[in-house]
């Protein structure tokens, strides 16, 4: 038989590791605002209004300059907008900070896609870190192209 004393101790020992288990992993890590420093005179919005108009190559080289990077088998050209760097805060117990890394250091591109016409099929604007080294922009690319397409839905009133 187990003594009061022992049994109160075995419990308080069990409710401690109990709560650390919960707690412990919980370690908060909310990012911090991200730094953006400009690798071009470009902005976000000159690649929004090229969205909206199905222009060609040099309709759209003419608008924004030559791309960055022109990968002619995929038939897409990226255009380097922003540098950015983020922190995270990591806080111990939800509550204490006790670190803020820097995560890798990521590109916010423009990426243009064309048909065999050299008419622009779909833009998209995303951020990429440079985990692949000095074949980001081409990896970056070549996994956008595998993204289903996602077309807008038309607003019917049919039902």
């Not at 690649?47 to 030559?66: P, T, W, Y």
């Not at 016409?117 to 692949?132: E, L, T």
Request: hydrophobic share 40%.
């Amino acid at each position: 038989m187990i003594r009061p004393k022992t049994k109160s101790a075995f419990l308080a020992v069990g409710a401690l590791c109990a709560a650390g288990f919960i707690v412990w992993p919980g370690c908060a890590t909310p990012p911090l605002p991200a730094s953006r420093t400009p690798l071009s005179s470009l902005k976000r919005a000159d690649f929004s209004s090229l969205k909206r108009a199905h222009l060609s190559q040099d309709e759209i080289v003419a608008r924004v300059g030559k791309p960055d990077e022109y990968f002619t088998d995929l038939r897409v050209a990226c255009y380097k907008l922003n540098q950015i760097k983020r922190r995270r805060l990591m806080l111990l117990f939800g509550v204490l900070p006790i670190a803020a890394p820097q995560d890798p250091g990521a590109i916010e591109i423009a990426m243009i896609q064309y048909d065999d016409h050299s008419q622009a099929q779909r833009i998209r604007i995303k951020i990429v870190s440079y985990y692949y080294g000095q074949q980001t922009l081409y990896y970056a690319a070549q996994k956008w192209l595998t993204e289903p397409v996602t077309v807008p839905r038309a607003h019917s009133d049919a039902r």
